[in-house]
């Protein structure tokens, strides 16, 4: 079945500055890649998400970058916020497969 | 709130016992997945429906664990003879089937306890 792996697992950054999570995959037929924000003791959201047949999209100071051939893709924050500070699960799934196969997470903490 | 709710939020109960959880989708969703996530971990896929078709289950869920959506709405997750390692989040979330985007949409979750 499909792993994905996140990294790094914690990230503190001070507020302004950019921050960025990488995640990988391993099976090449996934083709939808979520990302989630998880505040303590919350529901996981959903923040943005990318198909395959994408290599970038961008929602306000958010985005995420998508590379097939190397079987990753990343989240990018512009001028983080305090309220910015959770933890992030990328995901991954196929069409017809709809399990989603989320990473470990990564926590950030956003430094006011 | 049109969101996916889930009752109840927290369950404490002894080992050995019974549990019965709850999810209502976001109503024009047809599919209802669950999941179950410990501390430090991502959501783990537990099963999935399709209106009231159980189409996939995890191989590592435990013939303990039984869900059901009967008219296509509402889904129970059942476990039977809790065990301590059966402590956890469980939630449940729902998306529409729309081509190949998958965004599925969580509830609060229910957090059991098993002592």
């Known amino acids: 079945g499909e792993n994905v792996e996140q990294h790094p697992s914690t990230l503190s950054v001070q507020e302004g500055d950019s921050a960025v999570i990488k995640c990988t995959y391993s099976d090449s037929a996934s083709n939808y890649f979520p990302w989630y924000k998880q505040e303590l003791g919350k529901r996981p959201q959903l923040i943005i998400d990318i198909r395959s047949n994408v290599g970038e999209k961008k929602d306000q100071r958010i985005a995420v970058t998508l590379n097939k051939t190397a079987k990753h893709f990343s989240l990018h924050i512009t001028e983080t916020q305090p309220e910015d500070s959770a933890v992030y699960f990328c995901?991954?799934?196929?069409?017809?497969?709809?399990?989603?196969?989320f990473g470990k997470g990564n926590q950030v903490v956003v430094i006011p | 709130d049109t969101g996916v709710s889930q009752d109840p939020r927290h369950k404490i109960t002894k080992r050995g016992q019974n549990v019965t959880f709850r999810c209502d989708p976001i109503?024009?969703?047809?599919?209802l997945y669950w999941y179950r996530q410990t501390l430090g971990q991502g959501p783990e896929f537990l099963t999935y429906f399709q209106n009231e078709a159980q189409l996939e289950k995890s191989r590592l869920l435990s013939d303990r664990f039984s869900a059901e959506r009967p008219k296509g709405s509402f889904s129970t997750l059942e476990i039977q003879r809790t065990e301590q390692g059966d402590s956890a989040m469980y939630l449940c979330?729902?998306?529409?089937?729309?081509?190949?985007?998958?965004?599925?949409?969580f509830g609060p979750g229910t957090r059991l306890t098993v002592l």
């Open positions: 979330a729902s998306s529409l089937e729309a081509g190949a985007r998958n965004e599925q949409f």
């Open positions: 109503s024009e969703h047809n599919r």
């Open positions: 995901a991954a799934s196929s069409h017809g497969n709809n399990r989603l196969a």
